[in-house]
């Protein structure tokens, strides 16, 4: 049995093409992937995220906590509402899961965490946590709706009355509580907007009030379309447990400077770091999928993810691939035992409704 979102009945009322995405019973398009891919970049589109999960930790020494369990830092957070992007390493210094955490109070952060990891997320929290004054609260009864593209805070502010006054001189990366609603100005597309977090009782009249509004309800497939184009990684097929940040394009969500100690550092320190994430611009015809062999002057590399873009109107990938191969370098990618030429770019592809290759 598929598990279902608060948004269920709303998708299959809106058309939706239902798939089993990682156990959930989720939207992967309501027509046109292309045209749900172009009306987030040019207009305003809104996602079912209420798979993720929030999770809030409480306690005296929930700070300390933190600075040992990620990679990056916590004490970035001195403002209630700053965001923070980080990676949670095993001892090997392989990912666990790449995750939000948000600081709310002193003794109080709260973090969003991917669907597919969420219950062993919550396990290694509860086994390191153990010993300390510390509360983990699964937020079951929080949904989550994601509205992106540059019209996305306009159409925000009409759903949620009175939301303007304390979101329109928010940068991004923070977040505020307002009424019932968190309101984050985060996103998984390159865009402007919102994820707010909601009662879960909630969350289906506000879909269908965003709807009315004419926001477009997008499926998992142009949100995949739109994270690659962005650059942004995909726990499971960009990183995972075997693989470490540094070879994952997330050197920059990790802090080696300061004396903190975290699970994973020493791992990372003693590592010889020999591969490197890219970005990848076919130049012949075809399509780039994870996967996919890499040939370089400096050996073999693999894909792990690909598509075609519908801003670059190119295939485009994200490949980890031996070091010292600079951007404009020219590869090979094996596809369908042809050898197809392909660029090696810097990434993201496009952001803000625009090609930046």
């Not at 329109?168 to 977090?197: C, H, L, S, W």
């Not at 519908?310 to 191969?325: D, M, W, Y």
Request: charged content about 20%; glycine content about 10%; hydrophobic content about 40%.
């Amino acid at each position: 049995m598929l598990k279902q979102t608060p948004l269920n009945a709303a998708h299959r009322d809106m058309g939706a093409k239902m798939v089993d995405f990682g156990g959930w019973d989720m939207p992967v398009n309501y027509g046109s992937q292309i045209e749900e891919h172009h009306q987030v970049r040019n207009d305003v589109g809104m996602f079912d995220v209420c798979h993720m999960l929030v999770v809030d930790v409480k306690g005296d020494d929930v700070r300390g906590f933190l600075r040992g369990l990620v990679a990056n830092n916590v004490d970035k957070l001195t403002v209630s509402g700053k965001a923070l992007y980080s990676c949670m390493l095993n001892p090997e210094g392989g990912v666990i899961d790449d995750l939000i955490i948000y600081f709310m109070t002193e003794d109080w952060f709260r973090i969003v965490v991917n669907a597919g990891t969420a219950d062993k997320d919550v396990a290694w929290m509860q086994q390191q946590a153990a010993g300390r004054a510390l509360t983990i609260t699964p937020r079951r009864d929080l949904a989550m709706i994601a509205v992106q593209g540059p019209n996305a805070r306009a159409k925000v502010w009409e759903a949620i009355p009175g939301s303007q006054a304390v979101t329109e001189t928010m940068k991004p990366f923070n977040a505020v509580e307002f009424e019932q609603y968190y309101i984050a100005r985060t996103g998984y597309t390159g865009e402007d907007g919102f994820e707010i977090m909601l009662p879960v009782a909630e969350a289906d009249a506000m879909w269908r009030k965003l709807a009315g509004l004419g926001v477009k309800p997008i499926g998992l497939g142009a949100r995949d379309t739109l994270r690659l184009e962005a650059g942004m990684n995909l726990y499971g097929q960009d990183m995972d447990e075997t693989t470490n940040p540094l070879e994952s394009g997330l050197a920059w969500t990790i802090d080696l400077k300061s004396e903190r100690d975290f699970i994973g550092k020493s791992a990372l320190q003693s590592r010889d770091i020999n591969l490197q994430l890219v970005g990848l611009l076919l130049l012949d015809k075809g399509v780039l999928r994870a996967h996919q062999v890499v040939n370089t002057k400096h050996g073999a590399g693999e894909i792990t993810s690909g598509t075609f873009s519908p801003t670059l109107q190119q295939s485009i990938a994200l490949a980890r691939i031996p070091l010292g191969i600079a951007p404009g370098a020219e590869v090979t990618v094996t596809v369908r035992d042809k050898q197809l030429k392909a660029k090696v770019v810097s990434y993201p592809f496009a952001r803000n409704g625009h090609s930046l290759i």
